[in-house]
């Protein structure tokens, strides 16, 4: 498709220069003592501020493209940036501006949901329609959870001659707002295409406010309205609005954001290491692919701070050691976060070599696929050590209603897969029926 092949045109990338600040003379102490009378000693030399390349990496121009371009902390705003997601980002675009559907866009924390939403958003924008969107709040009723939109909808698309009239009704909704009268609200006064993107939408804790939305949704399909909504979140939660409300699956398509491919996370390792001028060697991009298990956000993070550690020790090349460093940085900083996590696993990895491939098994499975299935594990693991690597994560991996496991951080797979890899022993150490950690990286791909 013609808009398609546009999207994903190469656009040549930005590379920010940075000076390095002017340096500022030092301040000479007074003589040792300072008794008067004295004749002051020499003042000494000054220390040298740059030790092993340090402080010369602070200043070093390649440090601030390091962390533009393998950005963890916020969703990409380029479309060159969007990897491994062209299929995904196609069928959005076919489901809410071409064939007129409500979409549901859910997947674990750090797959890229919000990401692909906001280049589906630039682009539906160009195409002439109109996209209001925000973050939900736990609390939230249905209508504190609405009025936001429709406050926001913009002159240009009410109808000719009633603007006056909207902005009173505007004033005039009631804090009980129904999905009817949102229905008839939208009904009475908008003329032209409306995309409301409602991200997070899995922090909707109430049950029926969840209910109301999914009559909300109906109502607009039913209404035949130029209006439709895209939903963003984890996924536990938004099923609800399908069971509950069956016959809203005719009018909604449901797009799942699992890994990317191995080639996707080649991509974007190799264009982050040239926009940043640092390459990285074939073992780092080797050990960050297999730790990050598709995860664009781990792929992000580790590069980032494994480019950091390089240019610290005044490397030009990223290597396998330089990438553990980073991980393992990427992985302090998650604990100080994440403190009864933490202790579970590093417990976990100090101890029981035995059970250590189990361990990774799990932590694997739930980093490539969201969710651990215990019958597949039964399958893939000997001698009760699925049930026992599933026992051993303690309150860190949560039973889920449907029977299957999830981490309650389901970031945190990739940072025990880390520790664990440190703590690992060798073969020579290891008992025969244990596969080392080492030998079990590609485990996430077979599972």
């Not at 040549?12 to 390095?20: D, E, K, M």
């Not at 009268?181 to 049950?207: H, K, P, S």
């Not at 399958?379 to 496991?405: M, T, V």
Request: charged letters at 20%.
């Amino acid at each position: 498709m013609s808009w398609f092949k546009r999207l994903f045109a190469p656009t040549p990338p930005v590379r920010p220069v940075l000076s390095a600040p002017a340096r500022q003379p030092l301040a000479q102490g007074s003589a040792p003592g300072g008794q008067a009378g004295r004749t002051a000693a020499p003042p000494p030399a000054s220390p040298k501020i740059r030790q092993g390349h340090t402080f010369d990496a602070l200043t070093d121009p390649r440090r601030r493209r390091v962390s533009i371009n393998f950005n963890s902390t916020q969703p990409v705003q380029n479309r060159r940036d969007l990897y491994g997601r062209a299929e995904k980002l196609e069928a959005l675009f076919d489901a809410v501006v071409l064939r007129e559907q409500h979409a549901l866009i859910y997947g674990a924390r750090g797959s890229g949901k919000t990401s692909l939403v906001r280049v589906f958003a630039d682009y539906a924008d160009q195409q002439g329609l109109v996209i209001i969107y925000t973050a939900c709040e736990p609390q939230q009723s249905f209508a504190q959870l609405l009025k936001p939109y429709l406050q926001t909808i913009p002159r240009s698309c009410i109808t000719e001659g009633r603007d006056v009239l909207f902005r009173d009704a505007l004033r005039n909704l009631s804090d009980n707002l129904t999905p009817r009268n949102a229905v008839d609200f939208l009904e009475e006064f908008t003329t032209r295409r409306l995309i409301f993107i409602f991200d997070e939408f899995d922090r909707i804790l109430g049950r029926e406010v969840r209910l109301e939305f999914a009559s909300f949704l109906k109502l607009l399909a039913d209404a035949l309205l130029p209006v439709q909504a895209v939903l963003v979140g984890i996924g536990g939660n938004l099923a609800d609005l399908i069971t509950d409300h069956p016959s809203l699956r005719r009018h909604l398509t449901a797009i799942p954001i699992g890994r990317i491919s191995a080639s996707a996370v080649q991509e974007m390792i190799d264009v982050g290491a040239e926009q940043a001028g640092l390459p990285f060697d074939a073992a780092s991009k080797e050990l960050i692919a297999s730790l990050a298990c598709g995860s664009p956000y781990h792929v992000r993070l580790f590069c980032a701070q494994a480019g950091l550690q390089t240019l610290r020790r005044g490397r030009d090349t990223v290597t396998s050691t330089d990438a553990l460093a980073g991980i393992l940085a990427a992985t302090e900083d998650w604990a100080l976060m994440s403190d009864e996590d933490a202790a579970i696993f590093r417990y976990l990895a100090e101890k029981n070599a035995a059970l250590h491939h189990a361990l990774a098994h799990v932590a694997r499975s739930a980093a490539m696929l969201d969710a651990v299935s215990m019958p597949h594990i039964v399958r893939e693991l000997p001698g009760g050590q699925a049930e026992q690597a599933i026992q051993a994560f303690g309150p860190a991996l949560q039973r889920r209603d449907d029977g299957q496991y999830v981490f309650r951080d389901s970031g945190a797979p990739q940072f025990f897969l880390a520790l664990l890899l440190t703590h690992t022993p060798s073969r020579a150490d290891t008992p025969d029926n244990v596969i080392p950690l080492s030998e079990t990286t590609r485990l996430g791909h077979v599972v």
